[in-house]
């Protein structure tokens, strides 16, 4: 019989499955089949983010106010539902109706994500949650390394339509999995306004000595990543002179660095301190920069790879700590917002990393671009190495009694 987590994960390869599909294909399938200018693929892939940016915080409250099981089979039906549209704008050749089915089905991932990492906490002991987060990683990790090998082998027009219908397919599995979970009652909750009830959880994060920094450096990592993904392409082809087909092996070594991490801090969490790896995540990405940084003119890819590889690995395992982290020092009713919180942060900050490092790159050079990056790796590191995450030994001494800024309006 399957255990509530064994269901999560099931139900997770489906759901990010369709996420990377979407992911990949989007831009591919809008030039393929639409002969979409560069501006309209620029803006298929914002309405990807449009999602993550304006769909974290309402699936907050969401997953705050109602039943998880129920909130779990809405993600994973929205999600089916949007994919399913795609694949039939497809069909028909609407452009427009293409980018609404692919938001659609992106605000169902997110609604997921957040309401599985509530029902995480519910389901595990203190001293067992990173083994738990670990597990539920995984499947982002498998699927971001393999779904983009894979669709870069397979994608033509005539197969256009067929990708979009196994995104749907991911949703419904991950809906078969998810639809046995326990039932369980939501929190009670003051009587507050949508507006007011958002400011609380944003109120407990900035107030919150452990989570705080866990936002900041959060923050600065993925404007640094955003920054590194807008240049790598010039870099690799303008000033290391490799081949653009670099960049594709690349994106696999970092996807495959994510699987090794998450598996790692899964097998030996209980034996390593969690300040190591919150300081070794941020570290690993500053070394990475600076080995971009000295990478010579006609040398060899087996650098590059290295670096993506270096930020992959360490990135993933700070990701699973401070997630556990996370559950263990906010208080249940308010875990939905607060997760949102962060995550709108972290995906407001990359368009307009984005936007930055290309004006830097196009005013500068990649070379100053990059400079920039491990600047902000730095300024992540920084973050938790003067803060509290740099002693936090045990994940059993983290609780809401020993944890400055409990209060919250």
Known sequence: MMTILNRLTAAAYGMHLADQIA?????????????????????????????????????????DRYRSQSTAVAATLISATGFA?????????????????????????????????SVLPKITAADQ??????????????TSFAVPLTIGLLISEANATGLFAAAACGGLTACAFIRKLPVTAPHR?????????????AYFVINNDVLRPIAICSLFWNMAFSALLVMMVPLIVNQYRLDAGTFGVALSAFG?????????????????????????????????????????????????YAACFLLGFGPSMWLVTQNSIRQLVTPPE????????????????????????????????????????????????????????????????LNLATIEGRGYP
């Not at 609404?100 to 990492?117: D, K, Q, R, Y």
């Not at 390593?272 to 003119?297: E, K, Q, R």
């Not at 938790?384 to 030994?393: A, D, G, M, P």
């Open 256 to 304: 495959l660095a994510g699987i090794l991490g998450a598996w790692t801090v899964g097998r030996l969490s209980p034996v390593i301190p969690p300040n190591l790896i919150l300081l070794f995540g941020p570290a690993s990405s500053v070394v990475a920069s600076a080995a971009l940084i000295a990478i010579p003119v006609n040398g060899s890819a087996i650098p590059v």
């Open 23 to 63: 992911l990949v294909s989007v831009p591919l399938i809008a030039a393929l089949v639409f002969n979409a200018s560069v501006e309209t693929i620029g803006l298929l892939v914002a309405a990807q983010s449009i999602a993550h940016l304006f769909g974290s915080l309402p699936s907050g409250l969401i997953v």
């Open 129 to 142: 949650l990173a083994q738990a987060n670990a597990r539920f990683e995984i499947p982002r990790a498998v």
């Open 189 to 201: 909750q003051a009587p507050e306004g949508i507006v007011q009830r958002i400011v609380t959880g």
């Open 334 to 397: 308010l875990l939905g917002r607060v997760n949102a919180v962060i995550q709108t942060a972290i995906y407001g900050v990359r368009p307009l990393a984005a936007i930055v490092a290309g004006a830097v790159v196009g005013a500068t050079s990649t070379a100053t671009g990059l400079i920039l990056v491990m600047l902000c790796f730095l300024a992540s590191f920084s973050t938790t190495l003067c803060s509290r995450l740099r002693s936090v030994k045990r994940y059993t001494d």
């Open 85 to 117: 549209g795609a694949a039939v704008s497809i069909l028909l050749e609407n452009l427009l109706w293409f980018g609404i089915a692919v938001t659609l089905g992106g605000f169902g991932i997110v609604l997921f994500v957040l309401v599985s990492l």
